[in-house]
């Protein structure tokens, strides 16, 4: 499972190309199980994802230490590996969680 997520990690198309058909499976799923509008449900989506990017973001940085890879004008406690499609993932993974935590729990028929 690891291997596969680094593998879809590894490469930018490929994290987008997961990322919209992860996204179209959530909206699928919420629009026919949970009545939701099509809108209503990626707009929900998109303020859970957002919201879990901001949690997910500093999770495993490590700042640069070596000098001769900081250029003039870095922020000293930039990451070194940012790993930003690794995070995409994690994210739009917690915020599904999450999703259908709140559309079990809350009546949100027809939004």
Avoid: C, Y
Avoid at 67 to 76: A, E, H, L, N, T
Avoid at 81 to 100: C, D, G, N, Q, S
């Amino acid at each position: 499972m690891k291997a596969l997520f680094l593998s879809v990690a590894a490469s930018t198309v490929k994290t987008l190309i997961v990322l919209a058909v992860l996204i179209a499976a959530i909206a699928t799923v919420a629009v026919k199980a949970f009545d939701l509008t099509v809108f209503g449900s990626l707009a929900l989506f998109f303020v859970l994802w957002w919201t879990f990017l901001f949690a997910v973001l500093p999770l495993g940085n490590q700042a640069e230490h070596d000098p001769s890879r900081i250029v003039p004008g870095q922020d000293p406690g930039a990451p070194a590996r940012p790993r930003l499609r690794e995070k995409a993932l994690i994210t739009t993974v917690a915020a599904a969680f999450a999703f259908f935590i709140a559309l079990s729990v809350f009546p949100l028929a027809r939004l």
